[in-house]
């Protein structure tokens, strides 16, 4: 596959917003730099691409050049601009390319794909937090788990991990499902259903006592009307992938379709939102 890198010069602060954006619209892959942000493009969507851009800046303040790159291995490149994440002694995530800590009390090894992009290290690790808080005594064990987005499949393998009972993971993008896969091999668990398509591809007869969906802003408003559909009277629904300046547009967004908001946790200029269905 050849990619196209776009550079864009803009400030620290405008860096997380443009990626949000850019993720939704499609963009595979980003990079901070000194000067801004480096955002990953197929070359055969170059067209779509510019047009993104060029709509963005006439909202935004910021420049961008562009380049087309050799095909290379974007596997090799992805891994080495990936760091572990920490939550405090509890929990560490790296790869397989990364020593162990023997002093961290879990632990989830996991071979990310160049799709996944970067920069939501933030929500990831918050997702986590919930995920561990949540298993700590606070909720019932869960017995039916959905990851929504899976990714890596991160937060599925911890849920198993923690004692989840039926874990199930969806993802559209075919990259993600087979790193779900893959990984949770790794990770010596069995997940009891990983999909290759939406949400409509979930049946609604199964609903799930705990939902957790590291999306997206535009994802989440889509697709609230049938998460709530798969969400159990009393369940729990842990979102992130959402900026602060959004965050009052999904609560309001959400609780029309009759989600309770019980929280709201920040992390650098990310949210995770704890919502419950009655």
């Known amino acids: 596959m050849t990619y196209t890198v776009y550079h864009l010069a803009c400030t620290a602060e405008d860096s997380d917003l443009l990626l949000a ?22 070359s055969e969507d170059d067209q779509s691409s510019i047009e993104v851009l060029e709509e963005l800046k006439a909202r935004y303040s910021f420049t961008y050049t562009s380049e087309e790159l050799p095909d290379r291995n974007w596997n090799e490149e992805w891994e080495s601009g990936f760091s572990p994440i920490r939550i405090d002694d509890r929990l560490l995530i790296r790869a397989s ?5 023997p002093s961290m009390r879990r632990e989830i090894v996991i071979d990310p794909k160049m799709a996944f992009g970067t920069g939501h290290h933030a929500t ?8 561990l808080e949540h298993f700590a005594g606070h909720h019932p064990t869960p017995t039916h788990v959905l990851d929504y987005g899976c990714g890596t499949g991160v937060l599925a393998i911890l849920a198993k991990q923690l004692g989840a009972g039926r874990v ?21 668990v069995e997940l009891e259903e ?8 979930v049946p609604v007869g199964k609903p799930y006592d705990l939902v957790l969906a590291n999306i997206n802003r535009n994802v989440l408003l889509e697709t609230g009307e049938a998460l709530y559909q798969r969400l159990s009277a009393g369940g729990t629904v842990y979102m992130s992938g959402v900026l602060a300046a959004d965050e009052q547009l999904l609560i309001s ?17 990310w949210r995770a939102f704890d919502f419950t269905r009655d």
């Open 21 to 42: 954006l850019l993720a939704d619209a499609g963009f595979d892959s980003f990079e901070e730099t000194d000067t801004g942000l480096d955002a990953y493009a197929l």
């Open 97 to 101: 390319f990364h020593p162990p800590e």
């Open 124 to 131: 990831t690790h918050m997702m986590c937090e919930r995920l």
């Open 168 to 188: 199930a993971a969806v993802d559209i993008e075919l990259p993600a499902y087979e790193s779900t896969l893959e990984n949770a091999a790794t990770n010596g």
């Open 194 to 201: 990983v999909v290759h398509g939406v949400l409509s591809d």
């Open 253 to 269: 967004h959400l609780e029309q379709l009759g989600f309770r908001h019980r929280a709201t946790y920040a992390r650098e200029d």
